[in-house]
T-cell receptor, first 114, second 109 residues
């Protein structure tokens, strides 16, 4: 079944640690996105990718970085986690076609930095 | 960039009631979508509707592009409809959606 997977689902980590949030999709979508969401609030785009070797920063400034070496994989890395990074991170993907099922979200990673 | 506003911010319903959620956007759009975020945080795509009307079971949506608003109708609400409903839109060639602040719906039995 085509889907988009995020790991870990929950992560509690100490200040200063390096972390990578994983996102993979099996739908062959060319476009992928990372959104950040504080509890009960709207989603903000922090990174997106047109395709392999293409990454851009989103509308919300973020200290995280991303890479897109393979179509299906779009990991997000924080070099030195801080308590201000505590949030939910949602990965999504879409196709070129504007269809009802073209935009799919993963289950998210809830990050807590202590 | 485009601005997306949703109303009401919160809504409490008895099971079986109907409701209408509104989304206003500040500019013409080439992509508008409605999402439901369940209490566990999972976002589900409900409708892609930059214009016109669509229906899916008890849910339907209408977008009047010329007047820059979209409506999501929920009929015969169920407790499983609880969660946050987000409207998101874009007017760029790339599908970078801008999300509204959401409508938090609680359906009580």
């Amino acid at each position: 079944e085509a889907d988009i997977y995020q790991t870990p689902r929950y992560l509690v980590i100490g200040t200063g640690k390096k972390i990578t949030l994983e996102c993979s999709q099996t739908m062959g979508h060319d476009k992928m996105y990372w959104y950040q969401q504080d509890p009960g609030m709207e989603l903000h785009l922090i990174h997106y990718s047109y395709g392999v070797n293409s990454t851009e920063k989103g509308d919300l400034s973020s200290e995280s970085t991303v890479s897109r070496i393979r179509t299906e994989h779009f990991p997000l890395t924080l070099e030195s986690a801080r308590p201000s990074h505590t949030s939910q991170y949602l990965c999504a993907s879409s196709t070129d076609g504007f269809s009802n099922y073209g935009y799919t979200f993963g289950s998210g990673t809830r990050l807590t930095v202590v | 960039g485009i601005q997306v506003e949703q109303s009401p911010p919160d809504l409490i319903l008895q099971e079986g009631a109907n409701s209408t959620l509104r989304c206003n956007f500040s500019d013409s759009v080439n992509n508008l979508q409605w999402f439901h975020q369940n209490p566990w945080g999972q976002l589900i795509n409900l409708f892609y509707i930059p214009s016109g009307t669509k229906q899916n079971g008890r849910l339907s949506a209408t977008t009047v592009a010329t007047e820059r608003y979209s409506l999501l109708y929920i009929s015969s609400s169920q407790t499983t409809d609880s969660g946050v409903y987000f409207c998101a839109a874009t007017n760029t060639g790339f599908q970078k959606l801008v999300f509204g602040t959401g409508t938090r719906l609680l359906v009580s039995p």
